[in-house]
């Protein structure tokens, strides 16, 4: 493992086009229950929309990280990333 130190604004970014993706993860998925549902397969619509909500609890979560990363920035210089690559 190495360490290295962030820069806030570069995370910031990151965590922004994550929420964008799963965003459009979410608006994927309840295009497809919806194709599914009109399809006749109700069983599986319960499963998208599971899907559905999982992927609005990760935007929030993602969301909450970004103030999170805001309010520590406020505290310190940068912010220590482990890299698992390494």
């Known amino acids: ?3 290295e130190i962030v820069n806030t604004s570069e995370a910031q970014l990151a965590l922004r086009q ?7 993860v979410n608006t994927y998925v309840s295009s497809w ?3 599914v549902e009109n399809r006749g ?3 599986l619509r ?3 929309l599971e899907a559905e909500e999982l992927a609005v609890q990760l935007r929030k979560k993602l ?3 970004q103030h999170k990363l805001q ?6 210089s940068g912010v220590t990333v482990t890299d698992m690559r390494g």
């Open 1 to 3: 493992m190495c360490k």
């Open 18 to 24: 994550m929420e964008d993706l799963v965003r459009h």
């Open 71 to 76: 309010d520590q920035h406020q505290e310190t």
């Open 33 to 35: 229950g919806d194709f």
């Open 46 to 48: 319960t499963d998208f």
């Open 41 to 43: 397969l109700h069983g």
């Open 63 to 65: 969301h909450q990280l």
